[in-house]
């Protein structure tokens, strides 16, 4: 079964992507991805 989860960016906390995620997975989801707002790619982490 999959979730849906939000990604959040590390640095300037911004939600801007939105994924499925394996439920069964315990550990937080963590990606590489292009942030608006810092105009960079930063780590992006899951939320609760």
């Not at 999959?2 to 939600?15: D, G, M, Q, T």
């Not at 499925?20 to 939320?47: F, W």
């Amino acid at each position: 079964m999959k979730r849906k989860v939000a990604l959040v960016c590390a640095i300037c906390s911004n939600r801007n992507y939105t994924t499925s995620k394996n439920a069964s997975i315990s550990k937080r989801l963590e990606m590489q991805k292009y942030c608006k707002t810092c105009d960079k790619h930063t780590l992006h982490r899951e939320t609760k």
